[in-house]
């Protein structure tokens, strides 16, 4: 019997998204630093990265998030790379293929996410196991290209699909609760995580926030 695709963990950290080949060490050590405060679950963005470089980063990422606490892991928009890097997921957003079209040739086991919007078209939605939705706080990658969307938004979303979704966009440890009073599963954090000068001790304030 073929598994259940698995969800991401309720905390789940994207990559920087435009990491130069240079800063990818500092990167490394960062997440490092957060898997060990019980981040358990990556999204690899990267899409400038080489081919070779962007799969050298994304299997050390794989092996950082097995072992014996085992985590999840995810390509983004690379969907040929998930099953020589035993990913768990392949994310993809606006720019990649329709989700019912890549589900037509991926792995049953892998889950297959979605980046999604406020303004969007919700009926692909249903072809992804589980979305992302933002920003929901104004957040310096996204300022000038989408409008935050608040709390309210989030609420919004949750009425357009059942599938789980994931609110991402300037999410901070002081404002978790309220994102997750909105119905979302969990939240996927770039900057609160790989822009602290601490990401194990950033990782752990996100946890305690996220804990019942």
Request: aromatic share 6%; glycine share 8%; net charge neutral.
């Amino acid at each position: 019997m073929t598994p259940e695709p698995a969800l991401p963990p309720r905390l789940l950290a994207l990559s920087p998204g435009n990491l130069e080949p240079a800063a990818l060490e500092r990167f490394v050590a960062a997440a490092k630093r957060a898997r060990e405060a019980g981040l358990d679950g990556l999204v690899l963005r990267e899409s400038s990265l080489d081919e070779r470089v962007y799969f050298d980063l994304a299997r050390r990422m794989r092996e950082l998030f097995a072992g014996a606490r085992p985590g999840w892991f995810a390509v983004h928009d690379r969907a040929h790379l998930a099953a020589p890097l035993r990913a768990d997921a392949v994310h993809v957003g606006f720019r990649s293929l329709p989700p019912r079209e890549l589900r037509a040739w991926l792995e049953p086991r892998l889950a297959l996410g979605l980046s999604t919007h406020a303004d969007d078209d919700a009926r692909p939605w249903g072809d992804a196991d589980y979305l992302f939705h933002g920003p929901v706080f104004d957040t310096e990658s996204k300022r000038g290209v989408r409008d935050s969307i608040g709390l309210a938004g989030l609420v919004a979303a949750r009425g357009r699909t059942t599938r789980p979704i994931w609110a991402l966009g300037g999410i901070v440890a002081e404002r978790v609760r309220d994102v997750l009073a909105t119905g979302v599963r969990g939240v996927a954090v770039r900057g609160a995580l790989f822009d602290a000068a601490d990401p194990g001790r950033a990782c752990e304030r996100l946890l305690v926030e996220l804990s019942d």
